[in-house]
């Protein structure tokens, strides 16, 4: 067996989150679109940014049904293990050639988010703001939080959450003004063609369920995970296992949680998966609606929306200078979820290289996410034009990466290996009584009992 597949295997059941603490994470993610993004659509879409952000939604929708399918199929294994299982040692090669796709399209989000969260506190908190002050105090606490595993982000999502929450809908409900029905016609004035094409071009700010792929493998539910410590090369061990000697197998078979409560837990897992990105959606597309009412077809020269919207917030300005607490908070609530996205890029190198060393390649991801503004440079406006160059690329990557998984996940038998794990159970009993030669022709290969195409 395979070093590299079982390293992957065994981290599975110890670096897991739970379908509550992930709904946590997705919701968290609408902060980062709350900060540029809407200045950006304005730019094409003018009053229509409402129309662009409903197509991106859309795109996420495709993406998070692409998910469904590749959990609902092979929820127990990683992509690694999905590959591997089917096309054996091409697959893995196929397999690294997707997370390093993957680690590259998170290195550049994160790399742009975090310029966008630099460029607020230049312009918003302090003036001439050092650049080395924010990204190196992130890159520590990112290398750190990536080191130490899925485990840290899922805890801190259930302490963040909340306070993170209560800032958004503060900064959403307090600084809604009076309706102004002006700003918002005509009505697609910008054109169907200006709409569609500036939501592509920062396509890069949804795309949360590319990191529930990277999550594949590593769910759970309450407290037991949801894969249950068995990925593909436990399953492997297990079918070896010498029919002539079922006390080693039959235990094993024995702890296999039944298949009506598989089906709660993966229905829980969806569920909660769905209303953490219906929720982020719902925020993003109010604040949009927010920004044309105030705004209107201007709304290209506000940068930093978020803070923006608070200077028509009266109560906000009544209470004066705690008007910035939500606004922190907002800030916060962006800080880790670009920190999630890290901890993904990270998580992608690894499976690359084969390894399980999350500290050294935190810290190597961390060097190329500091030295790209060096190159391109440390304006918001130059790491976007590196973005812009790439964007058809990443885009390219965040269709058909989902794509392939999904479709391999697909080749999997509907019984979702339970049925595989059955039959090796019944197999090995069945033939403990019979010689080796007898248990041989019998015996299924691995690969047909994986895949549900054995009878």
């Known amino acids: 067996m395979n070093k590299a597949t079982q390293k992957s295997t065994n981290s599975i059941s110890t670096d897991v989150i739970s379908a509550r603490q992930i709904f946590f994470v997705l919701a968290v993610g609408c902060?980062?679109?709350?900060?540029?993004?809407?200045?950006?659509?304005?730019?094409?879409?003018?009053?229509?940014?409402?129309?662009?952000?409903?197509?991106?939604?859309?795109?996420?929708?495709?993406?998070?049904?692409?998910?469904?399918?590749?959990?609902?199929?092979?929820?127990?294994?990683?992509?690694?293990?999905?590959?591997?299982?089917?096309?054996?040692?091409?697959?893995?090669?196929?397999?690294?050639?997707?997370?390093?796709?993957?680690?590259?399209?998170?290195?550049?989000?994160?790399?742009?988010?975090?310029?966008?969260?630099?460029?607020?506190?230049?312009?918003?908190?302090?003036?001439?703001?050092?650049?080395?002050?924010?990204?190196?105090?992130?890159?520590?606490?990112?290398?750190?939080?990536?080191?130490?595993?899925?485990?840290?982000?899922?805890?801190?999502?259930?302490?963040?959450?909340?306070?993170?929450?209560?800032?958004?809908?503060?900064?959403?409900?307090?600084?809604?003004?009076r309706v102004n029905i002006i700003n918002f016609l005509p009505i697609f004035a910008s054109g169907a063609s200006n709409i569609v094409k500036v939501a592509l071009d920062n396509h890069i700010y949804f795309g949360s369920s590319l990191v529930l792929f990277m999550l594949l493998g590593a769910f759970k539910d309450k407290a037991k995970p949801y894969s249950t410590n068995f990925g593909y090369a436990t399953?492997?061990?297990?079918?070896?296992?010498?029919?002539?000697?079922?006390?080693?197998?039959?235990?094993?078979?024995?702890?296999?949680?039944?298949?009506?409560?598989?089906?709660?837990?993966?229905?829980?897992?969806?569920?909660?998966?769905?209303?953490?990105?219906?929720?982020?959606?719902?925020?993003?597309?109010?604040?949009?609606?927010?920004?044309?009412?105030?705004?209107?077809g201007t709304g290209y020269t506000q940068h930093n929306a978020i803070a923006q919207t608070v200077k028509y917030s009266l109560p906000l300005q009544f209470i004066g200078g705690l008007s910035w607490f939500p606004l922190l908070l907002v800030h916060l609530g962006a800080l880790f979820y670009i920190a999630v996205l890290f901890y993904c890029a990270v998580h992608s190198a690894t499976f690359v290289f084969e390894t399980r060393n999350l500290s050294l390649f935190a810290v190597g991801v961390g060097a190329v996410i500091f030295i790209i503004p060096l190159v391109a440079g440390t304006t918001f406006a130059s790491v976007y034009a590196f973005y812009y160059s790439l964007r058809f690329v990443l885009f390219g990557i965040k269709v058909v990466a989902p794509l392939a998984v999904a479709g391999v996940a697909l080749s999997f038998s509907a019984s979702r290996i339970s049925g595989s794990r059955e039959s090796a159970s019944k197999a090995s009993a069945s033939k403990a009584g019979e010689n080796a030669n007898k248990s041989g022709e019998n015996a299924k290969t691995d690969s047909e009992i994986l895949l549900g195409g054995g009878s």
């Open 31 to 177: 902060t980062v679109k709350l900060f540029m993004l809407p200045s950006l659509l304005a730019g094409g879409a003018f009053r229509d940014i409402w129309a662009s952000v409903l197509l991106l939604l859309a795109l996420e929708g495709v993406l998070f049904g692409l998910f469904v399918v590749a959990f609902r199929r092979a929820g127990h294994f990683n992509i690694q293990q999905m590959f591997s299982a089917r096309f054996g040692a091409v697959g893995g090669i196929v397999a690294k050639i997707i997370y390093g796709a993957l680690a590259f399209y998170f290195i550049i989000k994160v790399t742009l988010l975090l310029s966008e969260q630099y460029y607020f506190l230049d312009q918003v908190i302090y003036r001439n703001f050092n650049y080395f002050a924010t990204f190196i105090p992130f890159l520590v606490l990112g290398v750190y939080m990536a080191s130490k595993g899925l485990r840290a982000i899922a805890r801190s999502a259930d302490i963040l959450f909340f306070a993170i929450a209560a800032g958004v809908v503060a900064m959403l409900t307090l600084s809604v003004v």
């Open 235 to 296: 399953l492997r061990k297990e079918i070896l296992t010498d029919m002539d000697s079922p006390t080693e197998a039959t235990p094993v078979f024995s702890e296999r949680k039944n298949d009506k409560e598989k089906k709660k837990q993966s229905k829980r897992v969806v569920k909660y998966t769905g209303f953490g990105l219906l929720a982020s959606g719902l925020v993003v597309f109010v604040f949009s609606l927010l920004f044309v009412n105030l705004f209107g």
